[in-house]
C-alpha cells in the first residue's frame, strides 16, 4: 500500500514539474530512479504511459487556443515515429546501468543547454536581425 | 515547401524520436528548442506545438514498452494518476510564476538529477 502510495506522491511531484514547462516527464524518470529505486527501464516505460492522459488534455486546449502550428507537422512526426521504433527497441537491448548513465549523461548536456538558453536564444536573435538587414 | 525546409523537419523528427524512444523522455526537451529556432514559434507556439509532435511518438514507445513487458500497471497506475494530478497544478503554477529564474532553477535540479543518477 505505501508503494502505491509513495508512487502517486513522487508522480505528483514530477507532475508538477513537468506541468511548469521543464522537460515534461524528463524529471520524472531520476525521481523514480533515485528515490524508488525504479529500473531505468521501468521508469521509462512508466514516464511514457504517464505522459499520455495530460498530454491529450493540454494538447485539446491548446488547439481550442490556437497555439498548435500545424504547418508541415507531418514531416517531422513521421520521421520521429519511424526513430522512436528504432530508438525503443535500442533501449530495450541496452543493459539498464548503462542506460541510466547514458540518460544521467543526457541530463547533464540538458542541463547545460538550458543554463546558457537566454544567451543562445539572445544570439541567434541577434543573427536573425543581422540577416533581415 | 522549399526541399531545404523538409530535410530540417525530417530532420528535427529523426531526432526527436530517437531520444524520446531510447530515454522514454526528453524529446520535448529536444524539440521546442528547435522549433522556436528553426520555424521561429513563438515559446507558447513552441510548446503547445511540441506536443502535438511528442504524443504519438510517446504513445507508439510506450506501447512498445507495454509490449515488451518494461511497463508496471501496479506502480504505473498510481504514478500516472500523481503525474495528471501535479500536472494540472503544475501548470496553474506556471501561469503565476513567469520567471527565467525558473529555467535556472530546473537546470540546476536537472544537472543533480544526471549527477546523482551517474555517480550513484
Redesign the interface.
Known amino acids: 500500500m505505501w508503494?502505491?502510495?509513495f508512487?502517486?506522491?513522487?508522480?505528483?511531484?514530477?507532475?508538477?514539474?513537468?506541468?511548469?514547462?521543464?522537460?515534461?516527464?524528463?524529471?520524472?524518470?531520476?525521481?523514480?530512479?533515485?528515490f524508488?529505486s525504479?529500473s531505468q527501464?521501468?521508469?521509462?516505460?512508466?514516464?511514457?504511459?504517464?505522459?499520455?492522459?495530460?498530454?491529450?488534455i493540454?494538447?485539446i486546449l491548446?488547439?481550442k487556443?490556437k497555439?498548435?502550428?500545424?504547418s508541415?507537422?507531418l514531416?517531422?512526426?513521421?520521421?520521429?515515429?519511424?526513430?522512436?521504433?528504432?530508438?525503443?527497441?535500442?533501449?530495450?537491448s541496452l543493459d539498464g546501468d548503462f542506460?541510466?548513465?547514458?540518460?544521467?549523461?543526457?541530463?547533464?548536456i540538458?542541463?547545460?543547454?538550458?543554463?546558457f538558453?537566454?544567451n543562445i536564444?539572445r544570439a541567434?536573435n541577434k543573427r536573425?536581425i543581422k540577416l533581415k538587414k | 515547401m522549399q526541399l531545404k525546409k523538409k530535410c530540417l523537419l525530417i530532420g528535427v523528427g529523426l531526432i526527436t524520436g530517437f531520444i524520446n524512444g531510447l530515454f522514454g523522455g526528453g524529446g520535448g526537451m529536444i524539440v521546442v528548442p528547435l522549433l522556436t529556432i528553426l520555424l521561429s514559434l513563438e515559446e507558447k507556439e513552441a510548446h503547445a506545438t511540441s506536443i502535438a509532435i511528442i504524443l504519438p511518438t510517446t504513445f507508439l514507445s510506450a506501447v512498445i514498452q507495454i509490449i515488451s513487458k518494461n511497463y508496471d500497471f501496479s506502480v504505473g497506475l498510481p504514478v500516472a494518476i500523481g503525474v495528471a494530478s501535479g500536472g494540472i497544478l503544475g501548470s496553474f503554477l506556471l501561469k503565476k510564476t513567469k520567471d527565467k529564474t525558473l529555467v535556472k532553477i530546473f537546470a540546476f535540479v536537472m544537472l543533480l538529477a544526471g549527477v546523482k543518477m551517474l555517480i550513484f
Do not use: E
Open positions: 508503494n502505491f502510495v508512487c502517486l506522491i513522487l508522480g505528483f511531484i514530477g507532475g508538477i514539474l513537468g506541468g511548469m514547462g521543464m522537460g515534461g516527464g524528463t524529471l520524472l524518470i531520476p525521481l523514480l530512479t533515485i524508488l525504479f527501464h521501468l521508469a521509462q516505460a512508466v514516464n511514457l504511459v504517464s505522459f499520455i492522459p495530460m498530454a491529450i493540454a494538447l491548446h488547439i487556443n497555439l498548435v502550428k500545424t508541415g507537422i514531416y517531422i512526426i513521421i520521421p520521429s515515429l519511424l526513430a522512436s521504433i528504432l530508438s525503443s527497441l535500442l533501449s530495450n542506460l541510466k548513465h547514458s540518460f544521467a549523461i543526457f541530463l547533464i540538458l542541463s547545460v543547454i538550458q543554463f538558453s537566454n536564444i541567434i536573425k
